[in-house]
């Protein structure tokens, strides 16, 4: 069974600039995730799906940070424009049932 | 309010030395899961283990065993043995099934490092 990709691995940008990540859940998966992890902290959920409806975003900085989920399958997150404080690695997670939870590889980003 | 405390930021043991590592988590609700993954160097979050609230009896899997404890609100993980590839950040996680949002909660992790 295929994972859940994400890409693309690093990026770097410097700040104001946008970016975007891209992610593909594992198939079959309704719940999908996006996490950010500052470096030494545990993952922080900054929004929720489940299928192609936003379940919880409460904590995503919409000022700066939109998201979405194509057809319910693939999503992006994208930053526009980034901030010194988003450098930080940023997980795709899917889920069959919101419990236990499948990560990618994540995206490390880093803003100059 | 829903939080997932792990106290211990760095633990170094000697391989084949056992290890506990420390869980304390806080929610309302009286349904709710607890979770521990790790994440090795490689970045990625791996799933070891899931509990419901409703099943407090300890779990054992090869070297690692958890023991849930709910009057004191814990859910500790040890390692018997450790190898050199524990060496990992493991997560604690709270994901509570009421008035909490049914959304998974982390604690900081902690790193544990073993050296041969």
């Known amino acids: 069974e295929a994972g859940v990709a994400q890409s693309p691995r690093y990026k770097i940008i410097e700040k104001r600039q946008s970016v975007a990540f891209w992610c593909n859940p594992i198939?079959?998966?309704?719940?999908l995730y996006w996490y950010q992890q500052i470096l030494g902290q545990g993952p922080k959920l900054l929004i929720q799906?489940?299928?192609?409806?936003?379940?919880?975003d409460s904590q995503l900085p919409k000022d700066r940070f939109s998201a979405e989920r194509l057809k319910g399958v693939d999503s992006t997150l994208k930053i526009q424009p980034a901030k010194l404080e988003d450098s930080a690695v940023y997980l795709c997670?899917?889920?069959?049932?919101?419990?236990?939870?499948?990560f990618g590889s994540g995206t490390q980003l880093s803003v100059l | 309010a829903q939080k997932v405390t792990q106290a211990q930021t760095e633990i170094s043991v000697v391989e084949k030395e056992d290890v506990t590592l420390d869980c304390v988590y806080e929610?309302?609700?009286?349904?709710?899961?607890l979770f521990w993954y790790k994440q090795p160097p490689s970045g990625e979050l791996v799933f070891l283990i899931r509990?419901?609230?409703?099943?407090?009896q300890n779990e054992i899997s090869g070297r690692y065993s958890w023991n849930f404890q709910k009057s004191t609100s814990s859910f500790n993980f040890t390692i018997t043995a450790s190898q050199v590839v524990d060496s990992a950040v493991y997560f604690c996680?709270?994901?509570?099934?009421?008035?909490?949002?049914?959304?998974?909660?982390f604690g900081a992790g902690t790193r544990l490092f073993v050296k041969a």
């Open positions: 997670a899917s889920s069959p049932l919101e419990e236990k939870l499948f």
């Open positions: 198939s079959g998966h309704a719940t």
């Open positions: 799906f489940q299928n192609n409806g936003v379940v919880d």
């Open positions: 929610t309302r609700d009286t349904t709710y899961y």
């Open positions: 509990r419901n609230s409703f099943d407090e």
């Open positions: 996680a709270l994901n509570p099934r009421g008035t909490g949002g049914f959304k998974t909660i």
